[in-house]
């Protein structure tokens, strides 16, 4: 693969929308419930459900618009007119050099949270903002093609990180390869190779085939392992029945059944009417539940997520 890694076009929009790009291939952007936690007492359900703290986290993507499906639900921004489905054949920046470029790039995008100058914000929790302690890899792209994933989190947790990192599934043989996350997220937005087709838009031959090897690794991973379900009303909500044949052969820990959000990009490509009430999601869990044996622990209405597992109550997470 020659020329820019990562389209002219594509970082252009991307800066607008305030991603910070590092490196060639990298980049980080806030979430808003970062945002909101810095200047109130709201935090996101990644919180309440497993014990991270909001305001030192590090959102960022080691794979910015490398991507092996094209959801129609994604929200991100990608140019399709380039091969994005591999970074094999392509020289690829240093874990240590991402990572401290990360770091610099949240700083920047917390500067105008300056107790100073924003004077909602707490002075302690932004100092604890500057120094991240845990690290969603996810934000944009699918991280797996990055070739040296084991490598950059073997990095964040030598820096005592610890490391959420969201995958589709596609790539079996990278996960195999790493170091275990802290908690690993298995992107699970199909139930059926049909539905597959139709909502991922998988832009490899085998992507079904792939998802399912990763499906059936999740029993042999020691850290805790979750399957999202991205729902979205006439596409994957309507089929709890198929998704719990899938669900019953993972062994996964937690199982996060999740409203399809009309936002950023994903507008281009669906309707609001496709965005599912929480209502609707709890109902969902509800019938999950009672075909699995999973029990529903916890749940989130903002943002329209309920947590089942076959604990008795999620493993917090704590930051040093």
Not at 25 to 45: D, F, Q
């Amino acid at each position: 693969m020659s020329g820019e890694l990562v389209p002219e076009s594509v970082k252009k929009t991307l800066l607008k929308q305030k991603y910070h790009i590092v490196g060639r291939h990298s980049a980080v952007k806030t979430c808003r419930w970062l945002r909101k936690s810095l200047v109130g007492s709201t935090v996101c359900y990644k919180s309440k459900f497993y014990g991270i703290q909001t305001h030192r986290c590090l959102q960022m993507t080691c794979a910015l618009n490398f991507c092996t499906q094209e959801c129609l639900y994604c929200w991100r921004y990608y140019d399709s007119s380039t091969d994005r489905t591999t970074m094999t054949d392509i020289e690829v920046d240093d874990p240590q050099e991402i990572i401290q470029g990360a770091l610099i790039e949240q700083k920047r995008l917390l500067s105008g949270y300056n107790p100073k100058a924003h004077q909602k914000v707490d002075p302690k929790k932004y100092n604890e903002a500057l120094s991240p302690k845990h690290v969603a890899i996810s934000l944009s792209g699918e991280p797996t093609l990055y070739p040296r994933l084991g490598e950059l989190i073997d990095e964040f947790h030598r820096l005592d990180f610890t490391t959420f990192l969201v995958t589709n599934g596609t790539v079996p043989e990278r996960l195999l390869e790493i170091t275990e996350p802290t908690q690993l997220y298995i992107s699970l937005s199909a139930p059926t190779e049909e539905i597959y087709r139709r909502l991922c838009k998988p832009q490899i031959p085998d992507g079904w085939q792939k998802l399912n090897e990763t499906l059936e690794l999740l029993h042999s991973f020691n850290c805790p392992t979750v399957l999202r379900l991205t729902l979205t009303k006439q596409h994957n909500l309507e089929h709890v029945e198929d998704y719990a044949k899938l669900i019953t052969k993972t062994e996964s820990v937690y199982i996060e059944p999740k409203a399809f959000m009309w936002v950023g990009h994903s507008r281009d490509r669906l309707a609001l009417t496709h965005m599912p009430l929480h209502e609707e999601i709890r109902e969902f869990a509800e019938k999950l539940s009672q075909l699995t044996g999973y029990r529903i622990l916890d749940e989130v209405p903002a943002s329209r997520v309920v947590l089942l597992s076959k604990l008795d109550t999620p493993m917090k997470l704590t930051c040093s």
